[in-house]
């Protein structure tokens, strides 16, 4: 797996209100890693046209923030208020299956009206299934990412508005799995264009490539070897020092993978990366690889996913400094009834910077409650709590999120 850009991580471990499974039961999306009974009367159909199934939702949510701008103290306040409407589109035929979806956040804060967005997603994809055990995919997306106000190089001044981004992205994915072997071969390119003129030192474009070989030493349980690059190609120099800020990474990692299993499901991988500079401004340096994402379910109602992350992100601040993300997050995902779900998490952040001593620890709680009314109707309530700690006096905040949404499903 490629080393994130922080954007693209931001949108791994974003826990939004929105989300959808085309299981036929009363799968909850604050908890879908619980593998629930049916429950007919709860499940969302969608809508058949042909071979065509769309799965249109729409959500409205009412947020209270008291610290909109993650400022160090006398943080602003205020009501926000979020429409999301989503649609996904399934079909298959024969060996082929094509998806497509598209989402929109529309942001409205009562006060602050500079924080005012509007954030979207489409993406579109095919899968071919060339024969049992060969698999060849690929799809193509857009992404409008709003920055949050409590991400790391964040915007400052409150009278500009959050920083706003467009990423285009296509992805590739090749799988042949045959007795106990097993082999993946991922290529993604991601394109970043940061919206504002001023900050055009931000726009780059990622190309990465990841093979994994795995051996099955169970029925369900793969060892697995992992080879990664990638290379970042930044479109303008460094504007002070009018250097090149591109790069390449590459890297290693050793794991297992847990598949159609029950109780224990996804992967784990260690190992090193090298991050090489092509300027030598910017300092080349190995670090620990790390990529986790284990789901382990002790019941059938109850799930405990772990994420874990360790590897260098593309960075602008102070220049071409080079960066060290760690994140590791557990989330209980719990069936309380038939059509009651709750979910608690807690994760922990570490930003750590080559050219600077002190590094950045952000540490995030968050609980949720799903009721699922009917089949057209559910409605979400979330508290969220975030603590950040710096030897920078601008770095610290405290904030603390409420929200509840109500979601109309066709």
């Known amino acids: 797996m490629k080393p994130m ?30 593998d629930s009974p049916d429950n007919p009367e709860y499940v969302n159909r969608g ?64 006060s602050l009206k500079t924080e005012n967005s509007v954030a979207a997603a489409t993406s579109t994809g095919v899968l071919w299934r060339a024969r049992e055990g060969v698999s060849l995919g690929g799809d193509v997306g857009y992404n409008r990412l709003v920055e949050d106000r409590g991400d790391v190089e964040r915007l400052r001044n409150p009278a500009s508005g959050p920083r706003l981004t467009e990423m285009l992205s296509a992805s590739m994915k090749f799988r042949h799995e045959r007795g106990r072997l097993r082999f993946d071969l991922n290529g993604l390119v991601q394109k970043y264009d940061a919206l504002a003129a001023r900050d055009d030192d931000r726009d780059f474009t990622t190309y990465s490539l990841a093979a994994k070989a795995g051996t099955r030493i169970t029925g369900t349980t793969y060892i697995t070897a992992t080879a990664f690059v990638s290379h970042r190609d930044f479109r303008i120099p460094d504007l002070a020092g009018g250097f090149s800020r591109n790069s390449n990474t590459y890297g290693a990692r050793a794991g297992l993978d847990f598949t159609s299993n029950a109780f224990l499901d996804g992967h784990i991988g260690v190992g090193v990366f090298r991050f090489n500079a092509t300027a030598a ?7 620990l690889s790390v990529d986790a994402n284990i789901t ?24 071409a400094a080079a960066r060290t993300d760690t994140q590791v997050g557990v989330t ?34 968050q609980g949720r409650m799903e009721l699922l009314i009917s089949r057209q109707f559910s409605t979400i309530a979330s508290v969220t709590y975030a603590k950040r700690t710096s030897d920078n006096p601008i770095e610290p905040f405290e904030r603390f999120r409420a929200n509840i949404a109500l979601r109309f499903a066709v």
């Open 47 to 110: 809508v058949q046209l042909g071979s065509i199934k769309l799965v249109p939702t729409f959500d409205f949510a009412t947020e209270y923030n008291d610290n909109v701008y993650a400022a160090p103290n006398n943080g602003s306040s205020d009501a926000v208020f979020i429409a999301s409407p989503q649609l996904r589109a399934t079909s298959s035929r024969g060996n082929i299956d094509f998806n497509a979806f598209g989402r929109m956040n529309i942001t409205r804060f009562a």
């Open 281 to 287: 401004e910017i300092e080349d340096h190995t670090g």
């Open 332 to 365: 209980l995902q719990q069936e309380v009834r038939h059509n009651l779900f709750g979910s608690a998490g807690l994760s922990w952040l570490k930003n750590e910077y080559r050219t600077r001593v002190n590094a950045l620890r952000t540490v995030q709680a």
């Open 296 to 319: 382990y379910r002790p019941r059938r109602r109850t799930a405990i996913v772990l994420n874990a992350f360790q590897g260098d992100v593309a960075t602008f601040r102070l220049g």
């Open 5 to 34: 850009s922080k954007y693209a991580k931001k949108l791994l471990w974003l826990s939004v209100l929105l989300g959808w499974n085309g299981a036929a039961r009363a799968q909850s999306t604050i908890a879908p890693a619980v």
